[in-house]
């Protein structure tokens, strides 16, 4: 299988300035629900801030491929509105890896 169509985890590291951090949490807030709501292709976002610098966001998403996520995602309105608005609140652009699961049983040589 393509690994381009592979189910992806997509983690996503944003620096927020320190005075946009409420403002950029609201924003992060209203986008991810219309995603859940709106992408059937996205199974899950978590975000999760750094415990020594509070304004460093991890956002860890679930999609069922990389196509959707860099393709049909990224194009929707809501998406374009979104990283418009970010432009404002964020330190520096953010950087997005992709990432594919290893099974445990393909972890271990022996199986």
């Known amino acids: 299988m393509n690994s381009k169509l592979k189910p992806v985890t997509v983690v996503i590291n944003c620096v927020i ?10 924003e992060l807030y209203k986008v991810i629900g ?9 199974k899950d976002i978590h975000v999760h801030e750094d ?4 304004n460093e966001l991890l956002i860890i998403e679930q999609w069922k491929n990389r196509e959707i996520f860099v393709g049909a995602h990224m194009r929707t309105q809501h998406m374009i509105d979104f990283l418009k608005l970010a432009e404002a609140f964020l330190e520096k652009e953010a950087t997005f890896t ?3 699961e290893i099974p445990l049983d ?4 022996v199986i």
């Open 106 to 109: 393909k972890l271990n040589p």
């Open 51 to 54: 415990p020594e610098n509070p």
């Open 17 to 26: 300035r320190h005075d946009k951090l409420k403002i950029a949490k609201q």
């Open 34 to 42: 219309i995603v859940l709501l709106k992408e059937k292709a996205c």
């Open 98 to 100: 992709f990432w594919n």
